[in-house]
Nanobody, 117 residues
Framework: QVQFVESGGGSVQPGGSLRLSCAVS????????MGWYRQSPGNQWELVAG????????KYGDSVKGRFTISRGDAKNTVYLQMNNLQPEDSDVYYC??????????WGQGTQVTVSP
């Protein structure tokens, strides 16, 4: 059984910062990539940031480039998302995604981020 521990969401004013964390655990679990996604108003999944856990190759959505940074934690299967200069349009539920190779994907329960004056 795969377990997610997501944390760090909350409410901030525009220009503020939050740091999300996601840790995935499970017996005999090999995770190759992790990332954060959110859903647009049209329910389209939007990549916020993702990374390969080996080599630390990262990818960002266009709307967050230069503001958000994904990094790997020291603990196994742990990633962080540092979000700076948050704007109201960043308000959403952020979901952690973990990939165990190309065919298996796991999703966390999501954490709410709200940006408002």
């Amino acid at each position: 059984q795969v377990q997610f521990v997501e944390s760090g969401g909350g409410s901030v004013q525009p220009g503020g910062s939050l740091r999300l964390s996601c840790a995935v655990s499970g017996s005999s679990l090999y995770i190759s990539a992790m990332g954060w996604y959110r859903q647009s108003p049209g329910n389209q999944w939007e990549l916020v940031a993702g990374m390969l856990l080996s080599g630390e190759i990262t990818k960002y959505g266009d709307s967050v480039k230069g503001r958000f940074t994904i990094s790997r934690g020291d603990a196994k299967n742990t990633v962080y998302l540092q979000m700076n200069n948050l704007q109201p349009e960043d308000s959403d539920v952020y979901y952690c995604k973990a990939e165990a190779g190309a065919a298996t994907t796991y999703w966390g329960q999501g954490t709410q981020v709200t940006v408002s004056p």
